[in-house]
């Protein structure tokens, strides 16, 4: 079995910044991509930021130039620093991690940002 386990989620002003953490755990043969996803209120989840093999890359447009992405491979381990923050990034968001060729989901943190 694997975990996720996000961190950094909470409450910010508009413009302001936050880091979101994902470590995954347990038997763990490879990786082949981590990445955020967010679910807003009366909204689909949508996803926000990939990254895979050889560390490319993918950003949802709306977040493009204000997050970015990063993985510590030795920690298994994802980051999402979060800059520039708007109200409309208000949402849960979920960690992502293809793990042994299985999806797998973190249980989601809030990002709240005030005006």
């Known amino acids: 079995q694997v975990q996720l386990v996000e961190s950094g989620g909470g409450l910010v002003q508009a413009g302001g910044s936050l880091r979101l953490s994902c470590a995954a755990s347990?038997?763990?043969?490879?990786?082949?991509?981590m990445g955020w996803y967010r679910q807003a209120p009366g909204k689909q989840r949508e996803l926000v930021a990939t990254?895979?093999?050889?560390?490319?890359?993918n950003y949802a447009d709306s977040v493009k130039g204000r997050f970015i992405i990063s993985r510590d491979y030795a920690k298994n381990t994802v980051y999402l620093q979060m800059n520039s923050l708007k109200p409309e990034d208000t949402a849960v968001y979920y960690c992502n991690a293809v793990i042994n060729g299985i999806p797998n989901w973190g249980q989601g943190t809030q990002v709240t940002v005030s005006s």
């Open positions: 990254i895979i093999s050889f560390g490319r890359t």
């Open positions: 347990g038997s763990i043969f490879s990786i082949n991509a």
